[in-house]
Structure formats: C-alpha cells, structure tokens
C-alpha cells in the first residue's frame, strides 16, 4: 500500500509530517483554547447574573 | 438582510455555531480525501519523482499563506472604516492559521528543495518574500498581545496588515516581476496552455486546496467566536475590578 518513495523518502515523509503535526497542533490549540474561553465566560456571566439578581 | 448583521457579536457566534458542524467534518473529510489521493495514488513525474507529492500541501499551503493575509487585509480595513469589532477580532484569529500555512509552506519548500535544487534554502524572490511574510504574520500576533488596550491595538495590527498586504502580494507575484531565481511560477492556472500541470495531479491538488480552504473556514470562525468571547470576558472582569 505504502508508495514506493525510493531516495525522496525522507523528503516526502518530512514534508508529510511536518505539516500534518503543524496542522494537528493548530487544530488543538484552537479547540482548546474555544472550550476553555466558553467556560470561563459563562462562569464569569454566571457569577454576574448572581450579583445583578 | 445585509453582511453587516454578522458585525453583531452574538449573530456571529449564533451563526458560526450553525456552520461549524458542517464546514469542519466536510473540511477534515476533503482534506482527507486530497491527501490521500495525492500521497498514495498518484503517479512519479518523470523528472522530480516521488517529491512531486509534495505538491498536494505545498501549493494549497503557500496559497493560503497569501489569502489569509488578504482576508485579514479585508477585515483590517472594516475595522480602521466602520470599527465594527468582530471585523477587527476575525483578523487577530485569522493570523495564526496564516502563520501555521506560512511555515508548512516553508518547511515543505525547504523539504522540496533540497533534493531538486541542491539547497534547503536560496535567497530567491520567492522564498525570501515569504520569510518576510512570516516575519509580518509574528510580528502582527505580537503587535496584539504588546498593546493593552484592544481598540488601539486593533488600529496599529490593522495599519501593520496594511504594510504586510505589499509583501503579501510580492510573495504571490516575485517571480513574475523579478524573473528569476530557482522558484518556478504557478503552473496551476496553466491549464489549457501550453506545459500544463497533468489532471493526474491537477485534480487532486484541486481537493486539496478546496480543503484547506474549508479548514481555514472552520478555524477562522472557531477563532473568531473565541476571541469575541474572550474580549466579553475581558470586558465583564474589568468591570468587576472596578466595583
């Protein structure tokens, strides 16, 4: 199944790894970062309806 | 019902919420599909062998290094003309997906290059227009985080994207106005003329910007909702502080 690479294997390989690691990370981060903002916003909300009330 | 309804923070992120179910699994499967396509059935070109794979996530990387840079530009300028926020937010989360396709780009060029043209790396118009460019994409996300208060730091990230759009665009057309050094010119637009890319790579290649287009889709919106909620957090904690 694997492609024969021959002498471009580590230049294919490199090039496939690198921007799927990059691409992987961008995509965490952005997921995290979204996940923890939302929380921190609607107990900050929370607390502020608490006051308001 | 016009574009400047989705100016309206809580349109934005009700929207983006609709959206983001769809674009996101379509963006991971089109990418999916492109990749796969590109890295395991294709053929060898006849002169760069195997290294012609790289094509499928150099191309649709380096184009999208350049477009995010435009779409920032677009927003940057709503901003500095209607101060609509979310217009000025959708162009902070915009800059790291821009910065991430810069270095792809880069590093798969330097990957690409090295076996091809004998060198990892050359001062070439090309080449060296885009490490400008990623300078522009760290410099701008540092130019956010230095300056406390978010509106004047929306105006200077905004006249900076103004400065950057010149390399920008110099990173798309160097090797039409210099003619020379080791980067070729796109050969993706040449279908029909003369040496055109073969559809056994021109269609894969196809898929894989189409994906990338729609990954940046969904992490531009992703983003874009989390930075409206971050400055609403902001906001709330400040006037929290003060009593």
């Known amino acids: 199944m694997m492609p024969e690479l021959g002498k471009y294997a580590f230049a294919v390989l490199a090039s496939y790894g690198v921007t799927l690691a990059a691409l992987a990370g961008l995509?965490?981060?952005?997921?995290?970062?979204?996940?923890?903002?939302?929380?921190?916003?609607?107990?900050?909300?929370a607390g502020r309806g608490r006051i308001d009330g | 019902m016009s574009i400047w309804e989705y100016a309206n923070p809580k349109k934005f992120i009700a929207t983006a919420g609709a959206?983001?179910?769809?674009?996101?699994?379509?963006a991971a499967l089109v990418l999916a599909v492109g990749l796969i396509w590109g890295f395991f059935f294709t053929p060898d070109d006849y002169k760069q062998g195997a290294t012609v794979k790289i094509m499928f996530i150099h191309v649709p990387a380096a184009m999208?290094?350049?477009?995010?840079?435009?779409?920032?530009?677009?927003?940057?300028?709503v901003w500095l003309v209607r101060r609509h926020h979310v217009s000025a937010l959708a162009a902070r989360a915009?800059?790291?997906?821009?910065?991430?396709?810069?270095?792809?780009?880069?590093a798969t060029g330097a990957f690409w290059g090295q076996p091809m043209w004998g060198t990892w790396w050359e001062w070439d118009p090309r080449l060296?227009?885009?490490?400008?460019?990623?300078?522009?994409?760290?410099?701008?996300?540092?130019?956010?985080?230095?300056?406390?208060?978010?509106?004047?730091?929306?105006?200077?990230?905004?006249?900076?994207?103004?400065?950057?759009?010149?390399?920008?665009?110099?990173?798309?057309?160097?090797?039409?106005?210099?003619?020379?050094?080791?980067?070729?010119d796109s050969t993706i637009?040449?279908?029909?003329?003369?040496?055109?890319?073969?559809?056994?790579?021109?269609?894969?290649?196809?898929?894989?910007?189409?994906?990338?287009?729609?990954?940046?889709?969904?992490?531009?919106?992703?983003r874009t909702v989390t930075?409206?909620?971050a400055r609403r957090l902001a906001v709330l904690q400040a006037r929290e502080r003060l009593g």
């Not at chain 2, 959206?19 to 379509?26: D, E, F, G, T």
């Not at chain 2, 790291?96 to 810069?102: A, E, K, L, Q, V």
Request: hydrophobic letters at 60%; glycine letters at 6%.
């Open chain 2, 94 to 106: 915009a800059a790291p997906i821009g910065m991430t396709f810069t270095l792809i780009a880069l």
């Open chain 2, 227 to 229: 930075e409206i909620r």
């Open chain 1, 27 to 45: 995509v965490a981060v952005s997921l995290l970062r979204a996940r923890r903002m939302k929380r921190a916003l609607a107990a900050a909300e």
């Open chain 2, 128 to 184: 060296t227009s885009f490490l400008i460019l990623l300078l522009f994409y760290l410099g701008y996300m540092a130019l956010w985080e230095a300056v406390e208060n978010p509106d004047t730091a929306a105006d200077l990230t905004a006249l900076l994207c103004i400065v950057g759009s010149v390399f920008a665009g110099l990173s798309r057309y160097a090797v039409k106005f210099w003619n020379q050094g080791l980067h070729q």
């Open chain 2, 189 to 222: 637009l040449k279908v029909g003329e003369k040496d055109p890319l073969d559809p056994a790579y021109y269609v894969p290649l196809v898929v894989c910007i189409i994906g990338f287009v729609l990954l940046f889709v969904a992490l531009v919106l992703l």
């Open chain 2, 19 to 26: 959206v983001l179910p769809i674009v996101a699994p379509l």
């Open chain 2, 64 to 77: 999208m290094a350049i477009n995010v840079w435009g779409m920032m530009l677009v927003t940057s300028l």
